[in-house]
């Protein structure tokens, strides 16, 4: 597993109270976004999950057909703890904007009540069912993104325990070489140039990070310098947003070199949501779902 710049609570405390003095629009998110990332931080501790064995017949054919280690419906997850964390984020949403406000107290109320079974709301999401989904968001009268955006933040500290045990198999000498993560195959949300322009991505559903090739689109392996570009603001040095004319999807990248405060990245990702405006004014598509 590579390393991650903050790890603890009262670094995650730290980076968001600068960035909320750096971009105080963000304050009001950040508030929400801080007390999730703290409740997730905390589940960590109360989960355990038996590790995932990989046979070295199939891990040998895994890396040569660079097939990612497993499936997103092979995790494993505490189903206990999350359902600890969902009621948490309910909570938590309650207190939050209104359309996070609205589904909160909604789904919570379907939890107490018993019309939504959690166990079964968190093991839809590892197996995608999106008819599941669909029904549930339309029954609760709530976005189906925001459902599905809580229920996957209920399972996260599962998935990244799983990921960052699965690390282990991943060969660290070899350059994985794709745009997709070499655990589950996920699309990546955010990337990050440290040291000497080193590129890394960071999975959209498992967390986990991975060594990438500088000039390339992970969404569709373009490597051609003519067709691939960036922009960036020049008061916000720090923030690209990488842009393929091929595929026209974009990703968002923090140049960690510009940065001297602590960088936490999915923080960095809600704090530069006006980058997804500004790119999605302009036609292109996130690579990953928001
Ligand atoms: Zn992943
Ligand atoms: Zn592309």
Known sequence: MTKKEIETAEQIKKAVSVIKALRPAYKDLLAFYEKLFLAQETSKKHIYLQPIKIPEDLLSVKRKEKFPLITRADFTVDIKASEVLLKKICRLAGEANEVLAHAGVKLMDCLDRGTVDAPTLLSKTLSEDNVYFDETAKSLEIDKKVLLFMAHGSIRPSLSLCAEQLATYTDKDILWGKGYCP???????????????????????????????????????????????YFFSKEEEEYRVDVCDQCRKYIKTIDARNIKRPVYPFIEQVTTLHLDMLAQNQGLQSGHPL
Do not use: M
Request: charged share 25%; hydrophobic share 30%; with cysteine.
């Open 183 to 229: 655990v589950c195959g996920s699309p990546p949300a955010i990337s990050i140039l440290r040291g000497e322009g080193e590129r890394f991505l960071f999975c959209s559903f498992c967390d986990h990070e991975w060594h990438s090739q500088r000039i390339y689109c992970p969404f569709c392996e373009n490597k051609d310098q003519k067709t691939l570009h």
